[in-house]
């Protein structure tokens, strides 16, 4: 399909070869170069000045009138092209170089004032281009010498329809190309897989160029996404240009990749992106964890289905890891893969290295899942330390007052949540938290502490008569008592 920029490049480039080619024989024949120029400017303008009536700049006139139009005897205007074609017929018959055929007539359209017309300038333009361009081409081959034939196939190349390796092929050699040809989804990924195979980077960043221009975002991402080496060429043309927000943008936009496998070649690729240095920790640590939770998924899945391991008997998994946060990808692994090597991706102890994750954090990962299975020996075991001579004490970089509230939700048995009520330093908060889940015992031990018998005496109004709670009590005043008067 012919445009009117095609056809001017075209026009332009034949005036260029005839004139440098012909120059001396165009003098001999007489024929008016002027007439050539006018043509050659009237397909370099975007915007013709013939549907308003002048056509004036064409012919430029050291004392033209601002006002007056100058027309031959003849009733045309002077400068016009049919004024230029009459001229030169005239210059050739009084030369005696009269030829059967002539430069075709081209009858230019009645003025059209600008302020009434219903058309663009443009699209009266396009009208007659390609009728034009074809005049100019008939008029160069009737010419009596020939013209050269890189001008024929300059025209010739443009014109013809080229495939996609053909059109690579061409842009590899410099020669004349038009992508534009390619408009379909299906030519323009068959124009950038060609191009690929070629591996000419110059060729493939046109074609991405192209592509940036013709295709939205979205389905241009969706499909670089398959392509790793386009992908590449299109990031560093982007990093070149200096749009490294739009980078950041389809880093979001396109996190919502259903395949793990595709989405996990995409977030490598994302490595590359100008990311500031937390934000590439964060790309960098995404890959990793989704890198990591495929190799977890496909051996987990293999063992659930084999009945290999207990854990997955008893406690069937109800969910893919695939794409869960880091979060959740250490429960689980302290859910199933609880006390395994360093070693191993699944390991809590290696995901806790590989993304470093705080002591609190994992403290708290930890104590919910493992409080989740009831394994109270595991819970224990997070909290206890062992100093230089060997004695074991309890510590934790949160409060014992919030292990607490974990621990009785997961409905930790009463002596469990009193061995850690215990540990409260808060006074109050430990009476606070031994009232609100019956520690009876805790409540009972801190008042004998503090030497309370009033609380005591109150608190045992309380109990039920004749408990193992109440009888402790009235050994407690009983012995306060004797020690009181000996």
Known sequence: MS???????????????????WTVKVQKCSVNINMFFSISNVFKLKESKRAVNSIRSLVEEEDEEDDV?????????????SW?????????????????????KIHTA??????????????????????????????????????HDDVILLWQDYVSDWTPEETVKRMQQGKVYSLEKF????????????????????????????????????????????????????????????EQKLLLMQYRDHLNVRDENKRRDFLKNCLSFPFSPDDATHVQDHYTLLERQIIIEANDKQVESSGQ????????????????????????????????????????????KTFRISDKQFLLTCLGARAKLKAWFDVDALFTTKNWLGYTKKRSPIGFHRIVDILQKNNAPVQVLQDYVNLVEDVEQKISLAQKYK???????????????????????????????????????????RRSFP
């Open 3 to 21: 445009t009117w920029p095609a056809a001017g490049y075209v026009a332009s480039e034949v005036w260029k070869h005839t004139c440098s080619h």
């Open 69 to 81: 139009e100058k027309v031959s005897w003849s009733g045309e205007p002077v400068g016009s092209i």
């Open 84 to 104: 230029s074609v009459k001229e030169t017929e005239s210059s050739i018959r009084s030369t005696g170089e009269v030829r059967d055929q002539s430069f075709p």
């Open 110 to 147: 009645p003025s059209l004032p600008k302020n009434s017309s219903g058309y663009s300038l443009s699209s009266l333009f396009k009208e007659h281009s390609e009728k034009l361009l074809t005049s100019l081409i008939v008029y160069l081959l009737d010419c009596r010498w020939s013209v």
């Open 183 to 242: 408009r379909s989804l299906q030519d323009k990924l068959l124009l950038l897989d060609e191009a690929v195979n070629a591996h000419d980077g110059n060729v493939i960043t046109a074609v991405l160029i192209y592509l940036k221009k013709s295709l939205s975002k979205e389905i241009l991402f969706r499909e670089l996404i398959t392509r790793e080496i386009a992908l590449r060429h299109y990031i560093h043309y982007l990093k070149e240009i200096g």
């Open 309 to 352: 391991a207990d854990i997955f008997k008893k406690y069937p998994r109800k969910a893919s890891i695939l794409n869960m946060p880091i979060i959740t990808t250490l429960y689980y692994s302290c859910f199933y893969h609880y006390g395994e090597s360093d070693g191993t991706f699944s390991s809590p102890a290696n995901i806790r």
């Open 439 to 481: 520690c009876h015992d805790v409540i009972i031990n801190t008042y004998r502490d503090l030497k309370d018998r009033q609380q005591l005496i109150v608190y045992r109004g309380k109990v039920e008569k004749g408990s193992s709670e109440y009888r402790k009590i009235e050994e407690i005043l009983s012995n306060s008592v």
